[in-house]
């Protein structure tokens, strides 16, 4: 993950910003705050988008907020939700594993070792191999996926909730300051219709100024 320009404290702000300032209704922003939340909290490297764009479908939330939720995780506090996702996982699957540095890398190392082998197999004469990848599917990633619904599930709830009331409370101040400067927009117009009438007026010949009809001197 490219870390930020301006941090990563910058960037929240600015993906809250542009969260309040999306065009439509605060349950339906919610929503796609929900959908985008949970999968980001999931493992799916180079699916998030795409599995953003069909949970905000499911659930008739907005795309560009669901688009935006999924930048909810970063380098900071994703390893202490991986730790709390790998507990659960394994305690749901009854995998007796230590959850060491050690055991982590060296399971991504034997499926990433695996994965290559079976590239180059291709255009070779060996025969693929699968234990380096079926361990990291079953001791890494699903435990993974599975420890992480419970949590994803209970903060994108939560983010949902806090949601509403933020969008609700800007989009009224929006509101508010848009109708302000509309009827000072109308005072200005008013005062200005106001001089030119009275310019115009003072600039009027006076009753009777050259008129040919009034009489001359006998």
């Not at 990563?8 to 349950?27: C, E, G, I, N, W």
């Not at 109308?186 to 600039?203: M, N």
Request: net charge positive.
């Amino acid at each position: 993950m490219v870390y930020p320009q301006g941090g990563f404290k910058r960037a929240t702000q600015y993906v809250l910003h542009r969260m309040r300032r999306l065009p439509d209704s605060p349950h339906r922003i919610a929503r796609g705050v929900f959908a985008g939340s949970l999968v980001g909290f999931l493992p799916l490297p180079g699916m998030q988008f795409i599995a953003a764009w069909l949970a905000s479908r499911a659930v008739k939330g907005n795309l560009l907020a669901a688009l935006l939720a999924t930048f909810n995780t970063n380098p900071i506090t994703t390893p202490f939700f991986a730790v709390l996702a790998m507990t659960l996982g394994h305690w749901m699957l009854g995998i007796q594993k230590p959850l060491s540095p050690e055991y982590i890398g060296q399971a991504f190392a034997n499926a990433g070792t695996d994965l290559w082998f079976n590239v180059t197999a291709l255009f070779g004469p060996e025969t693929a191999r699968w234990d380096g990848l079926a361990q990291f599917w079953h001791e890494i990633y699903l435990p993974y996926f599975l420890g992480a619904l419970g949590p994803g599930l209970v903060l994108s709830l939560l983010f949902y909730w806090l949601t509403i009331p933020l969008v609700r409370a800007y989009q009224k101040a929006r509101d508010a300051r848009s109708a302000e400067r509309s009827e000072r927009r109308r005072k200005l117009r008013e005062a200005l219709a106001a001089a030119k009438a009275k310019l115009t007026h003072r600039g009027d010949p006076p009753q009777g100024a050259g008129d040919d009809d009034a009489p001359g001197p006998t």
